[in-house]
Antibody, heavy 117, light 113 residues
Framework: EAQLVESGGGLVQPGGSLRLSCTTSGFTLSSFWVSWVRQAPGKGLEWVANVKQDGSEKFYVDSVRGRFTISRDNAKNSVYLQMNSLKTEDTAVYYC??????????WGQGTLVTVSS | DIVMTQSPDSLAVSLGERATINCKSSQGVLYTANNRNQISWFQQKPGQPPKLLISLASTRRSGVPDRFSGSGSGTDFALTISGLQAEDAAVYYCQQYKEAPLTFGGGTKVEIK
């Protein structure tokens, strides 16, 4: 089972920016479609975005389109989520997850993003 | 967007009994390339990421106990836990991955009675 590791979470003020990273050890991430999925405190799961293996296709949920950008650097074995114009409702644990297709097979442990003044 | 509606929100089941969670999609989730329904089921315990149990509506992931089974077609799907064990207490989510945005059900909390 592939293991993914997220980083980059933290406390940010409303309107601020943050960049999350997702990487792996022991296998190459370039073979995976990678998604970001978030979970607000005490709430359910919400898919945020995904990116194809070569970065040529990207999809977003409406609530983040235009504010968040998913990207990847296969040479660095990493996928990123650039989050701009953050709102309090973006507060959540952000997970990266992926597999060869759109199935969310392997997950990281998550990184907490708190948007608060 | 495909809306996933789970029921019930929670249920309490005695050890050894059966738990059934229902999931309804607002439209079909059949992927014509493989003629399979693109439905996953996840288990999540407190402080942990979700764990994939079932894909393609009824295919158990390697290592998942056979007391977990998925069924359904069209727009109606179910996860059944036969012979509930104490370690099965968790929140369960269905999810469709036929099209973007990928969408989850609201979750069902399974407790031990």
């Amino acid at each position: 089972e592939a293991q993914l590791v997220e980083s980059g979470g933290g406390l940010v003020q409303p309107g601020g920016s943050l960049r999350l990273s997702c990487t792996t050890s022991g296998f190459t991430l370039s073979s995976f479609w990678v998604s970001w999925v978030r979970q607000a405190p005490g709430k359910g799961l919400e898919w945020v975005a995904n990116v194809k293996q070569d970065g040529s296709e990207k999809f977003y949920v409406d609530s983040v389109r235009g504010r968040f950008t998913i990207s990847r650097d296969n040479a660095k074995n990493s996928v990123y989520l650039q989050m701009n114009s953050l709102k309090t409702e973006d507060t959540a644990v952000y997970y990266c997850a992926g597999s060869g297709g759109w199935l969310l097979d392997s997950w990281g442990q998550g990184t907490l993003v708190t948007v608060s003044s | 967007d495909i809306v996933m509606t789970q029921s019930p929100d929670s249920l309490a089941v005695s050890l050894g009994e059966r738990a059934t969670i229902n999931c309804k999609s607002s439209q079909g989730v059949l992927y014509t390339a493989n003629n399979r329904n693109q439905i996953s089921w996840f288990q999540q315990k407190p402080g942990q990421p979700p764990k994939l149990l079932i894909s393609l509506a009824s295919t158990r992931r390697s290592g998942v106990p056979d007391r977990f089974s998925g069924s359904g077609s069209g727009t109606d799907f179910a996860l059944t836990i036969s012979g509930l064990q104490a370690e099965d207490a968790a929140v369960y989510y269905c999810q469709q991955y036929k099209e973007a945005p990928l969408t989850f059900g609201g979750g069902t909390k399974v407790e031990i009675k």
